[in-house]
């Protein structure tokens, strides 16, 4: 049978409202009424069929105000996940993610909106530490996960783009040419140029409360501070590299939430 691997790249502040069947992926959004951030994030999907994709072999097309269902793409079963190292937004805000986010019934603060209904998280270690005021000692948090999709057929390979808020869709996806056995995804949402640094310790991750705009009862906005860095290309001083909008910042870490 002619099938292909499916790796999907989760990057940035995605959040995912995990089912039994199926997982959410809600992308806040950074912009007012629902949250105000001076530096606007960008959401893209990008794909690319190279061996071992860097950043610059991805091809992208933006996927703002856009509901993206690939449930329909058939596998190897769905694993439901266990994610230690992505924080646990409900257990600050002490609220579910309201099912109503989830269809487009009430899109509320959902900058996008992607669902996944087959494979499995593949975790990506967290590249810093992170102290949740009120919670107890440092944590790791991480700002990618992948996720894997094994024995896809190719007549399987689907992906269903509509609009949120009542918008037309204003994106098109290029085609794929699925000549090689494995397909990359990458989801992002990150600022659409930043200056890539360390944050210094106690450093608040500001973009991170962008995430309580989906949780509009919350019963407290808590946001992680900065503790050190674990790994990665971490500099010895305050240094700064431009990234042109491709760092994948560790202040913008992933989040998680069951629904309720």
Known sequence: MDTLTLNIEIVGLCLLAVEDHQVHLLLPSTSPPCFHHDLPHNATL??????????????????RDTDLDLSGIGGSGFQKPELPEVADISQFAQQSIDPALLSGSHPGCVRSRIRIANGRAVPVPAEAEWLIPGYGPPIALAHRLRWEIEDVRREDLSMNLGGLHGNPISVALPDVDYASRTLHLRIRHAPYNETQRDPVPAEAAGHFESYYGLFPEAEARVVPTFYRRTSGDAPTRQKTKEVSGRGDLVTCMLAQAPVG
């Open 46 to 63: 990008g794909y690319s069929t190279a061996d071992d994709p860097g950043p610059d072999d991805f091809t992208e097309s933006s996927i």
